[in-house]
């Protein structure tokens, strides 16, 4: 198989022979592609390849579970990628649509090394991609990544006897007897399960009755054509359906879940969307009663009350906050042995005891149902409402061309450091600490942040801000970082802005 070609014209000899991948569709923590305008199947078939010679470079054991999720174009990509494994001497494991969660705990039940799920996430249809990993519970990071991609379009692969296919039945029901065990709700709990027709439709519901949930179905039909929305909890358009869908019905909460699986979105009883990040506040006050003296791990976009809440302190938490993205936040949890990570976008990694410490939709939404049990007397919106109350941003982006951004960001970080270090203020308030694992988030002497870091996919920066104290603190902290910023002259306009 010859190198791959960064483009091959549709509908010609070459284009259904010969290789193409555009290369920036190797991403920081997977690869995603729209296809088959950036991609086509000998350039998937390529990939197989890239990635088996990938394994046994490393020395990893030549098998893998390899799933695909519930869109129409995605089963002929993965027997592209099987294809390119097999030449590549791999014993693929083939376990058949999944979630990208299932394909996560079939390494553990099949007792495989390797993943790779094929899926587009919650992008919307169009798209497709790989997520992979070696050592689980991780998936790929950057190192890993920016390996393939040299391998991939070097043509830098080798071909090798003894690989095999095998196609492994019920690894489905095997990932929700994991997930439920014996647990059953001893409270009466109506909950609108929300899969906006993505793959999560053939888990979620399920999932539920197990538990002895009662089901408000809100688009649960399998349906790889999205009629109603893109499945994806943290659209607008999903959220508003939710707590539609909560309010007819008078159920105690909302679930949803995006195209693979791996987030869920909560929308309480009174209708209220709950931001993940403060999803995962409540989550830890109940799993650090438990769990006493805990280490909770949270992306440096989340709220900064897992290090300031009361009740956590009380507990004994102890807050770490690290780099966004969830190969970060999965191999960050693993490495200081946290009991959870939490990132605001939804991505939950909860470890042993109560989960494998990859990022699993299900998982979540299993810990939810026991977390409203474990108090009966609460209602979602109560939880909601005895947090310390916090005045945020939405997540901001101001355009920096890709090839700029770090270099930007770097200057950027380097200036807010000098202001701490020079005792300025920052809102009127003295600045606590800059902290620099991703980006600089500055947090000021009442728990009170703004934060600056470079977007992972998009020709962005990304801004957000937190007050504990008001409205008026927390746009005074977007004043003075956006001010900052604007002394770089590659720095373009927001998406949004307050």
């Known amino acids: 198989m010859q190198k791959p070609a960064a483009t091959v014209t549709p509908n010609t000899w070459e284009f259904l022979r010969d290789p193409m991948i555009k290369p920036t569709g190797f991403r920081e923590y997977d690869a995603r592609w729209r296809f088959p305008e950036e991609i086509n199947l000998p350039g998937m078939t390529a990939l197989g390849l890239g990635l088996g010679t990938q394994m046994r470079r490393r020395g990893i054991e030549p098998v893998i579970a390899v799933g695909n999720d519930y869109r ?3 089963l002929s990509i993965k027997l592209a990628v099987i294809q390119g494994l097999m030449r590549a001497g791999i014993q693929v494991k083939d376990i058949g649509p999944a979630l990208s969660p299932m394909a996560y705990f079939a390494q553990f039940h099949l007792d495989v090394p390797a993943v790779a ?7 919307p249809n169009g798209w497709t991609g790989v997520k992979m990993g070696f050592d689980r519970p991780l998936t790929h990071g950057p190192d890993e990544m920016g390996e393939l991609r040299d391998i991939v379009l070097n043509g830098d692969w080798e071909e090798a006897a003894g690989g095999s296919y095998e196609f492994v039945d019920g690894v489905k029901e095997a990932y929700l007897d994991d997930l439920v065990g014996d647990f059953k709700m001893s409270r009466p709990l109506k909950v609108v399960c929300a899969t906006g027709n993505g793959t999560a439709s053939a888990f979620a519901p399920e999932l539920f009755r197990r538990m002895g949930v009662e089901v408000v179905e809100s ?7 999205f009629p109603n929305y893109n499945p994806n909890p943290e659209a607008m358009e999903m959220l508003h359906d939710m707590s539609a869908s909560v309010k ?21 009883d009174e209708g209220e969307e709950i931001f993940a990040d403060k999803v995962g506040v409540i989550m830890a006050r109940d799993l650090s009663k438990l769990y006493p003296n805990s280490t909770f791990v949270a992306d440096v976009k989340s709220t900064g009350l897992f290090a300031s809440d009361p009740e956590l302190q009380k507990n004994g938490v102890t807050a770490d906050y690290w780099k966004t993205g969830h190969s970060h936040m999965k191999r960050r949890v693993k490495e200081i042995g946290a009991l959870a990570g939490f990132e605001k976008s939804g991505h939950y990694f909860l470890a042993e005891p109560v989960g494998r410490g990859y990022d699993c939709g299900m998982r979540v939404a299993v810990e939810i149902c026991k977390l409203m049990d474990r108090n009966p007397e609460m209602s979602m919106s109560d939880l ?13 982006s101001p355009y920096c061309a890709d090839t700029e951004k770090y270099d930007v960001l770097e200057r950027l970080v380097q200036k807010l450091v000098a202001k701490a270090d020079a005792g300025d203020t920052f809102a009127g308030r003295a600045i606590k600490e800059v902290v620099t694992v991703n980006g600089a988030r500055v947090i000021l002497d009442n728990g009170s942040w703004g ?10 920066l990304v801004v957000v801000c937190e007050s504990s104290e008001s409205e008026a603190e927390m746009r005074a902290i977007f004043a003075d970082i956006d ?16």
């Open 483 to 498: 001010a900052v910023i604007r002394t770089e002259e590659l720095v373009g306009d927001y998406d949004q802005t307050i």
């Open 117 to 123: 799920m094929i899926t587009a996430s919650h992008n």
């Open 248 to 268: 007819a019905s008078g159920a105690d909460m909302a679930l949803g879940f995006d195209g693979d699986g791996d987030r869920c979105g909560v929308v309480d």
């Open 72 to 74: 129409d174009y995605s």
């Open 451 to 460: 934060l600056v870091r470079a977007s992972s996919n998009t020709p962005n």
């Open 219 to 225: 688009h649960n039909e399998l349906d790889y054509t």
């Open 384 to 396: 909601r409402k005895a947090l310390p109350k916090t005045w945020s941003t939405p997540t901001m």
